[in-house]
């Protein structure tokens, strides 16, 4: 008889194809049978009546990021993975962020070093490009994409992120030559300042004044460029956090044209509307993220995109910021106008239970497009398949196991993050992960912590590996 490390008895398995019955037997953190009765663990799991799925893969997260001067972000890495391990993620994907006039491979560096032994999920990161020099396009770009550093991600708004058309041209063609993939951020910034500059002259400088800043069309004319010139250089591309109807018609009509589009949606997009930025006393501030949220339309339309395909990738975008703090939200230069308050919103712990109590649990999706949004298609997107993002012999060790009968109601101070609220607060789940193993460790039991921080480790990613959703 077969002696395994963790023997996981009696649930219903769902990949991103199939949903079936059986054990899964595991030794050195890897899934090594898959099959009926098996004995001889030396743990047991039993999951009757519970289902089990492969852990989640969140691959947009914001943590132990630069925010700006007198702006920190509320989560680091120890709190980040915590509160990610809760949720039913065993891997995030944060961002490692070039600061102007420093070496990718300096900040790449010192990120390393923040997430070293603090990490409760496994991470990989992303690089994002902010001086497209010649020396990080000719140079250190295709080195760190050798290296496994193979996703980059470019902004086409913020002030001193975003890069013209020409920058991305070159950013996307050193993708095309090393295998790596692009993620990008679509608002057209010049557009932005134009409408901030009206609203300011108007004296509407409150937070909801953030949404009227960055109406629909601000993100519909930036996907088709962003779409435009991955055509051009015939590069795979990846929209993230696709907000309304408008801009996945042109994901639509790049598909249709023969471009490889991978799109992406958030919670955000399906729970909140831009009436939320209208809360009194600055509350409105909790909110504020970009792309905005839209109306009761725009939800519609995007659930439509998870139901039909437009979306394969659906992610928190976990950008946290503290609400009551001098280093958050209501920073005193936030206050003056909602054009300093901190973009982002926390989410890493509940996009996963939104996703399957307002998804599979309401009849929108069923558990293998579930699997498929939450896990795999991140890990073929990103290289890390198939040793992630599924249930099969010799991947790694992550599951999730979900019971569907749980009744929970979205409260901040049951949640593991290091923020001060949920933009989530109050809304009524059906179905919650109650235990996350992680490589073959059992990292939640029952709802409870048991594994340590440390656990999680850096993974490398692949190039030339993805692109097959």
Request: a negative charge; one cysteine or more.
């Amino acid at each position: 008889m077969t002696e395994f490390d963790l023997v996981v008895k009696g649930g219903t398995i769902a990949t991103a194809s199939d949903i079936f019955k059986a054990d899964i037997g595991i030794i050195g953190g890897k899934i090594v049978q898959i099959g009926e009765q098996l004995d001889g663990g030396a743990q047991t799991i039993d999951a009757s009546g519970k289902y089990v799925l492969p852990g989640g893969i969140d691959s947009h997260v914001h943590i132990s990021q630069p925010s700006g001067d007198g702006i920190v972000m509320a989560d680091d890495f120890e709190s980040g993975t915590r509160s990610a391990l809760f949720g039913g993620n065993t891997t995030i994907m944060p961002f490692c962020l070039q600061e102007k006039e420093r070496p990718m491979r300096e900040a790449l560096n010192a990120y390393h070093k923040l997430a070293e032994g603090n990490c409760y999920t496994d991470v990989s990161f992303h690089l994002i490009v902010s001086d497209p020099t010649d020396s990080l396009l000719g140079q250190e770009l295709p080195a760190l994409a050798a290296d496994g550093y193979s996703s980059f991600k470019v902004f086409m708004t913020y002030e001193g992120l975003r890069l013209n058309d020409a920058e991305i041209l070159k950013t996307l063609d050193v993708a095309r030559s090393t295998g790596a993939t692009v993620m990008v951020h679509c608002e057209n910034e010049d557009a932005i300042r134009f409408l901030i500059a009206r609203h300011e002259a108007e004296g509407n400088v409150a937070p909801r004044a953030h949404a009227s800043t960055r109406p629909v069309a601000v993100e519909r004319e930036a996907t088709h460029r962003a779409l435009t010139l991955a055509e051009i250089v015939d590069v795979p591309v990846v929209i993230v956090h696709v907000s309304n109807g408008e801009a996945m018609e042109e994901i639509a009509r790049a598909r249709s044209r023969g471009l490889k589009v991978v799109g992406e949606t958030c919670p955000q997009y399906l729970m909140l509307t831009a009436d939320d930025l209208d809360g009194m006393d600055w509350e409105g501030a909790k909110f504020v993220c970009s792309p905005p949220p839209r109306d009761r339309a725009a939800q519609e339309d995007c659930w439509r995109g998870i139901e039909t395909g437009i979306f394969d990738l659906f992610s928190s975008d976990h950008c946290p910021f503290r609400y009551d703090d001098e280093r958050g939200k209501r920073s005193p230069k936030g206050l003056e106008s909602f054009r300093h308050i901190p973009n982002g919103i926390p989410g890493v712990e509940t996009r996963l239970p939104i996703l399957f109590s307002e998804g599979v649990m309401k009849g929108r999706i069923d558990l293998p497009r579930f699997v498929a949004l939450s896990a795999t298609n991140h890990a073929k997107t990103y290289g890390l398949y198939p040793e992630k993002g599924t249930i099969s012999i010799g991947a790694d060790a992550d599951i999730a196991i979900w019971d569907p009968t749980i009744k929970r109601t979205i409260r901040h101070a049951d949640l593991h993050d290091s923020a001060d609220y949920s933009p989530y607060e109050g809304i009524e789940i059906t179905g919650w992960p109650t235990t996350v193993i992680l490589g073959g460790r059992v990292m939640v039991r029952d709802g409870a912590l048991v594994g340590k921080k440390g656990d999680g480790t850096y993974r490398s990613a692949r190039t030339k590996s993805t692109k097959t959703i």
